[in-house]
């Protein structure tokens, strides 16, 4: 079965970056990990709190969920797309980013 959300891999998330594509990101981890380190620009919203937070995410446009290794934003994903929302999850997480941190 295919997933009802698209992903997209660490590389093409930088790349795209890299092109000054205009990029909405949510982290998804929590408070701490976020500020240990994450994508510029990503917007941080921890996956407990997205159910409250749905007016902090654009419905229209196209979202790049994160997380620490991608079971958070899959899980987020999840739940994003079955309301509508166009999301991308980020497959690897953090763990697999190789780009600039914030």
Request: glycine share 10%; charged share 20%; hydrophobic share 35%.
């Amino acid at each position: 079965m295919s997933s009802p959300y698209p992903e997209m891999y660490p590389f093409e998330v930088n790349e795209r970056l890299q092109r000054k594509d205009q990029l909405a990101i949510v982290d998804v981890r929590e408070p701490d990990e976020f500020a240990a380190g994450h994508i510029p620009g990503a917007k941080n919203i921890p996956l407990g709190t997205i159910p409250g937070a749905l007016n902090l995410i654009d419905p229209q446009q196209e979202t790049i969920v994160v997380c620490q290794a991608g079971g958070r934003s899959t899980r987020a994903c999840e739940y994003l797309s079955s309301l509508g929302y166009h999301v991308l999850n980020m497959v690897g997480g953090m763990s697999a980013w190789s780009g600039e941190i914030d």
